[in-house]
């Protein structure tokens, strides 16, 4: 099936209209300030979308049927979960978790009707249930491998607490969605199965630069996650921390151009540098030199890879080292892929090492060479065939 | 009194806020992006974080651009009863902190269009914290007019 990937953007700005309308749902309920951090839409294999329901300990789901079918999710931590109880506007009884249930509907109900709006049919929703196990709420599509999952991440209140709350259309009636809702023809058309082959390229290359850094560390490494996003270019930043992240940015050009930023939190770099250069935490220029090593491994483990596939060539740039805040260098990113384009294309890949040491890896390709590239794609290709670094 | 976290007026990336209370208004991780700050002395005042220097021909949020999200704000300080002939503006970011692209750096772009924006609606440009290679977040107070910069591994500076 062929899609145009330009009408995504149209059910992400009904989503984040949506998600504006649930946080300030949500703001009235508890009188506190709510944000939305960010609205994107993950693109991701089905056996893998439970993986994006971390850190979860209270979640509520709901089902929707009727111009599209599908299950709603809405996730809470202990702690985010008790403060937005001890902050709800009126009920007397307000510690249960039941409450919960009457934001889940809300936040339900705001994504949804914007859909129905646009579909010119209804929506209606059922009533919320608790989940204790969230992974397992996933609906089983054994006729689709992959899914589009809307994730909106809601900050609560001044400190660190606040809610994701993730809508699953059923795949198989979304795309058809999606395709009436594109332009034949349209140059930002592509074949669902082309792009899946892409993703599954894309987690082999992340597989490949988790290997390189056990290897060179002799830290057991793990793939967390490994999506791609479709996120508004001003929500782009918003995707990591404010905090201080160190390590380094690629641009790369070619077949395809783009950029490449390989982060660790501050503390997870001087692990990781002490690991890969051992006994020298004060030396400064060292460390340095072994983060960049590591951004240069990454880097030729995804770009290789996606070049090989296609065999054609795509290079990059020497590493650009940052220490600094990990907002600020992905805002920088953003800016500059937001000259051209108004959605991004992410690759938003986490990479454990040890415990709990975490990397954070981006790819933002550009939005008119992803879309040549995907569609130079065989769709049956044996992505563990691709020579890698 | 300083006031509280809990009153802190949050600005995201292409965003803006305007308020005529006392709380702080914030917006963080600014790389080539802008944030310019405008008020009164009665403590009117709003913060724009935007990202582009200009906006195209149509544009769905004036807040991504430095040319449409200024007039936005003095229209919406106005409405809110702040005086514009009394207005005074603030900028910081446009920061160059990667090596990216081909010609000027956008942040280097985004700092002369928020001064050439400002000029050409007569609001004079008061202080500055702008270029460089260094991530910044900032937070404003209205009331005081004080513009507060944070970066990673540095003292905050005051505007």
């Known amino acids: 099936m062929r899609v145009d990937l330009a009408s995504l953007g149209t059910f992400n700005r009904i989503g984040t209209a949506g998600a504006a309308r649930a946080a300030d749902a949500l703001a009235t309920l508890t009188d506190v300030d709510t944000y939305v951090e960010t609205t994107k839409i993950n693109f991701a294999p089905l056996d893998t979308i439970s993986a994006l329901f971390t850190d979860v300990e209270t979640a509520v789901g709901i089902e929707f049927e009727g111009a599209l079918d599908g299950h709603a999710l809405l996730v809470f931590d202990e702690p985010s979960a008790d403060y937005v109880l001890s902050h709800l506007v009126g009920p007397e009884s307000a510690s249960d978790p039941v409450y919960l249930h009457e934001v889940a509907i809300i936040m339900t109900s705001s994504f949804v009707d914007g859909w129905a709006e646009l579909l010119g049919e209804t929506i209606d929703i059922s009533t919320p249930t608790a989940v204790d196990e969230p992974p397992l709420h996933v609906p089983d599509h054994d006729l689709a491998d992959f899914s589009f999952v809307f994730q909106s991440d809601v ?14 259309p059923e795949p198989h009636r979304f795309l058809e969605v999606l395709q009436e809702a594109g332009e034949d023809g349209a140059e930002s058309v592509v074949n669902v199965r082309e792009l899946s082959t892409f993703i599954r390229l894309t987690a082999a290359g992340a597989e490949t630069v988790a290997e390189n850094l056990e290897s060179m560390t002799g830290m057991q490494t793990d793939v967390a996650v490994s999506h ?26 070619g077949a395809m151009d783009g950029y490449l930023a390989v982060l660790f939190e501050e503390s997870a770099a001087n692990t990781v540098a002490d690991a890969l250069v051992p006994g020298t935490p004060e030396d ?19 770009i290789d890879g ?37 959605f991004a294309y992410v690759f938003d890949v986490t990479v454990t090492a040890g415990d709990p040491l975490t990397c954070r890896v981006f790819a933002f390709p550009d939005a008119e060479g992803f879309r040549t590239v995907v569609s130079g794609l065989d769709e049956d290709l044996d992505v563990s065939s691709v020579e890698r670094v | 009194m300083l006031p509280t976290a809990d009153e802190r007026i949050r600005v995201g990336v292409a965003d803006m806020a305007v308020t005529d209370e006392s709380r702080p208004l914030v917006t963080s991780g600014l790389g080539s992006c802008v ?30 651009y430095v040319d449409s999200g200024i007039s936005q704000m003095v229209t919406e300080l106005t409405r809110l009863g702040g005086d514009p002939n009394a207005f005074v503006a603030k900028v910081a970011g446009g920061s160059s902190m990667l090596d990216l692209g081909n010609g000027a750096p956008v942040g280097e772009k ?42 990673v591994n540095a003292d905050p500076i005051e505007l």
């Open chain 1, 155 to 168: 900050h609560v209140g001044p400190e660190d607490h606040g809610c994701r709350f993730y809508l699953l």
């Open chain 1, 228 to 253: 791609l996003d479709f996120v508004p270019i001003e929500d782009v930043p918003g995707v990591v921390p404010a905090d201080e992240f160190v390590g380094t940015v690629f641009q790369f050009s």
């Open chain 1, 284 to 302: 400064e220029a060292l460390r340095r030199s072994a983060i960049e090593e590591i951004g240069n491994i990454t880097a030729s483990g995804f």
């Open chain 1, 306 to 342: 996606w070049a090989n596939a296609l065999d054609t060539t795509i290079d990059h740039s020497v590493p650009d080292f940052i220490d600094d805040m990990g907002r600020a260098v992905l805002d920088s990113i953003a800016v500059q892929l937001g000259l051209d384009q108004e």
């Open chain 2, 35 to 64: 944030a310019v700050v405008i008020h009164d002395e009665r403590g009117v005042g709003g913060l724009l974080h935007a990202m582009l220097p200009e906006a195209p021909e149509t544009v769905d949020n004036p807040a991504k």
């Open chain 2, 110 to 151: 985004n700092a002369a269009a928020t001064t050439a924006v400002l000029e050409a609606v007569d609001i004079d440009l008061v202080a500055e914290d702008t270029g460089g290679n260094a991530g910044r977040s900032v937070s404003f107070h209205p009331a005081t007019g004080t513009m507060t910069i944070q970066r």
